[in-house]
């Protein structure tokens, strides 16, 4: 079998040019590189658009005590030309562009603004890159412990063009919603079956939410 160490570094790719030919909410960077080859020496130079996004990270905020999720629903422009529908069916998420803001404090101001509601103690899924091809952008997800009693409504900033509904649903319809293609964006395809194999470990760790007492599960970094 193969190792599955990766054979280079980032001390194989030398970058010769480096352009930016558009610069708004995001920026895309234009590169000549080369990189090495795996028989050998240095390939020839390439030019590649590199989509530079902040990193981001996202929540699923779960009750364990009502055995409910919250997940968010909102317009997306990407989905325009994909789906029936482009109000996407998604986590909790936002963007680190608040210089020196922890992942943690993000995940928590941005399901105070999307959702309503207080993230107490959580646990990492995953750190994961979306799509390498193009984007740079690395994206971090989490299961938040929260008391979802009250949640609801509509929310969001207004100033960022916001529009967000709150959809509360049992852990129980994730089995159902993951084969709809009602939810088909990564950071949810992969946080919601991992809650379905982890929840009842979860469960024996947890006690009633509040921002008063300590978690009870492993806090986030």
């Known amino acids: 079998m193969n190792d ?21 909410f995001f920026r895309v960077e234009r590169l000549t590189l080369r990189h090495r080859h795996y028989q050998g020496g240095w390939g020839a130079p390439v030019k590649r658009e590199l989509f530079v996004r902040p990193p981001a990270a996202a929540v699923l905020p779960y009750d364990p005590v009502r055995g409910e999720i919250l997940l ?24 680190a562009d608040k210089d020196g803001e922890p992942v943690a404090d993000l995940v928590r101001r941005e399901a105070l603004e999307e959702a309503g509601v207080e ?3 959580m646990r990492r899924v995953a750190h994961y890159m979306p799509s390498p091809g193009g984007p740079n952008q690395r994206l971090q997800v989490f299961v938040g412990q929260a ?3 009250g949640a609801g409504g509509i929310h969001g900033v207004a100033d960022e063009g916001e529009d967000i509904r709150v959809v ?17 964006n990564a950071s949810s395809l992969i946080t919601l079956p991992w809650l379905l194999l982890n929840r009842h470990a979860l469960d024996r760790q947890s006690r009633p939410c509040s921002v008063r007492s300590p978690p009870a599960w492993t806090s986030a970094p």
Request: include cysteine; charged fraction near 25%.
């Open 4 to 24: 599955p160490k990766p054979v280079f570094t980032a001390e194989d790719v030398e970058i010769l040019e480096r352009e930016t030919p558009f610069q708004g």
């Open 119 to 121: 993230i107490g103690a």
């Open 168 to 184: 509360l649903q049992p852990v129980s319809a994730i089995e159902s919603l993951l084969p709809s293609g009602r939810v088909d």
């Open 147 to 149: 008391d979802l009693s």
């Open 72 to 95: 968010v629903e909102q317009f997306r422009v990407g989905a325009l030309e994909w789906r029936d529908t482009p109000w996407c069916l998604e986590l909790v998420a936002g963007l």
